[in-house]
């Protein structure tokens, strides 16, 4: 469930940029691709933190960028990237995934 009020506010004292974009890389390797995600309900510093953490933590996985005003979480991952595990996470962690972008 996520921390963030239906007025878009954060009910956690975690990072509270909403509408910026972050990324936390993990590795370089060669061979990876780039993978958007659309996703609902996240507004906050502290969603950005949840999903790159629920993502990152999943095997295959380079880097994880949170895009909040453009409900977007970019997943970069050695191969093709496990869809039903990134949106599994994406679930788990409180947030709505609703598939790959355009």
């Given amino acids: 469930m996520s921390c963030c009020t239906p007025e878009g506010t954060c009910g956690t004292t975690a990072g509270t940029t909403a509408g910026t974009a972050t990324a936390v890389a993990i590795a370089a390797p ?5 993978t958007a995600y659309r996703v609902s309900g996240m507004t906050c510093g502290h969603c950005r933190t949840a999903i790159t953490a629920a993502v990152g933590a999943l095997n295959g996985v380079v880097s ?3 895009d909040l005003a453009g409900g977007l979480v970019t997943v970069i991952t050695v191969g093709e990237p496990d869809d039903p595990a990134i949106a599994a996470a994406i679930d788990d962690a ?9």
């Fill in 64 to 66: 994880v960028d949170v």
């Fill in 30 to 34: 060669d061979a990876t691709v780039s």
């Fill in 94 to 102: 409180g947030y709505e995934p609703a598939g790959r972008a355009a």
